[in-house]
């Protein structure tokens, strides 16, 4: 079966730093890409960040380029999200996602539970 698992949410300052972590089981890490996601209250899904593991090539959103850097440890099976600079706006739940195909397509067929951003100012 299938499971992602994410943590390290929670509520910083503005300015500040979250590791966002997701332990994924039931496939082979390198094998799929994979991304992360945030939701903001009242507001549409927002793709942050996305892996493709065929070539190791990482797309960001322009909202959080130069601040965020995902990273991954194949043999823990475990994605990374570091947030760095953190503003009121990146305030979210954060998921991450597996995609369909080892190049990422978009097509997320997992979807871990989520876990809560809060950024003071």
């Known amino acids: 079966e299938v499971q992602l698992v994410e943590s390290g949410g929670g509520v910083v300052q503005a300015g500040g730093s979250l590791r966002l972590s997701c332990a994924a089981s039931?496939?082979?890490?390198?094998?799929?890409?994979i991304g992360w996601f945030r939701q903001a209250p009242g507001k549409e899904r927002e793709r942050v960040s996305c892996?493709?593991?065929?070539?190791?090539?990482?797309y960001y959103a322009d909202s959080v380029k130069g601040r965020f850097t995902a990273s991954h440890d194949s043999a823990k099976n475990t994605a990374f999200l570091q947030m760095n600079s953190l503003k009121s706006e990146d305030t979210a739940v954060y998921y991450c996602?597996?995609?369909?195909?080892?190049?990422?397509?978009?097509?997320?067929?997992?979807w871990g539970k989520g876990t809560l951003v809060t950024v003071s100012s």
């Open positions: 996602a597996k995609d369909r195909e080892q190049l990422y397509t978009g097509g997320m067929d997992y």
């Open positions: 892996t493709s593991t065929f070539d190791g090539t990482t």
């Open positions: 039931g496939f082979t890490f390198g094998d799929y890409a």
